[in-house]
């Protein structure tokens, strides 16, 4: 039998913040949590809420995914002010 995947506690703050502004988000089991679609572009997303070592940042296997993957680097956001100011920077052309 298969469990759920464990979800970070940032990430329905971070999804809400992100459609509401006017981004398409589709949750992920692997490798991080979100699919993100603005304007023609993709972006893949990992929550984390902690601030130190394992909720802080990327895990063993996401780094290695992001390490290896040839599209663009995997965005951290630890809030839904991260992902507000994430959205503007994209919306805005600042990001990539």
Not at 22 to 47: A, I, M, T
Not at 51 to 56: E, F, L, N, P, R
Not at 77 to 84: E, K, N
Request: hydrophobic residues 40%; proline residues 1%.
């Amino acid at each position: 039998m298969r469990r759920a995947a464990k979800r970070d506690t940032a990430e329905r703050e971070i999804i809400n913040m992100l459609v509401g502004c006017g981004f398409s988000v589709y949750q992920l089991n692997q490798p991080v949590d979100l699919l993100v679609g603005h304007r023609g572009k993709n972006f893949l997303v990992e929550c984390k809420s902690g601030t130190k070592g394992y909720g802080k940042t990327l895990n063993d296997n996401q780094r290695d995914f992001n390490d290896a993957w040839r599209g663009a680097k995997v965005v951290t956001l630890h809030s839904a002010q991260d992902a507000q100011d994430w959205a503007v920077a994209v919306s805005s052309g600042a990001a990539q």
